[in-house]
């Protein structure tokens, strides 16, 4: 559904990270295709359903309940060609990444925020 990068402290915090590469996904359009036993879940918040490897703790993905997407990390997915498309959380950055993406200060307005952008 869609690829980028986000600055939030959340996603700072949880992929040990300045920047966190995401790719968005229908969760009908995804599958667990192993270990799908032992994935954990911890709701960081109503719209933050974090999964994780509850073997070896790795980070798996986060589902979004209200924007009906699941953002599966990027480096969970080595073979899918990764081509981001923006930058969502900018206000919150910790680096500045000049690559002349837009860079919307919260989210697009299609996905809740408040579609203002911000300069590189």
């Not at 709701?43 to 953002?71: A, I």
Request: net charge negative; with cysteine; glycine share 14%.
């Amino acid at each position: 559904e869609g690829m980028g990068y986000c600055h939030c402290e959340s996603c700072r915090s949880w992929s040990a990270s300045p920047v966190n590469g995401f790719t968005l996904w229908d969760p009908q359009n995804l599958e667990i295709t192993e270990g799908e036993g032992h994935v954990g879940e911890y709701h960081k918040t109503e719209n933050s359903h974090r999964k994780f490897c509850t073997k070896c703790g790795g980070h798996l993905m986060t589902d979004h309940p209200g924007m009906g997407l699941v953002d599966v990390f990027s480096a969970m997915l080595p073979e899918l060609e990764f081509k981001p498309g923006l930058h969502v959380h900018y206000g919150e950055k910790a680096l500045s990444v000049p690559d002349g993406l837009p860079k919307f200060a919260d989210l697009p307005k299609e996905l809740g925020g408040s579609g203002a952008q911000l300069a590189e």
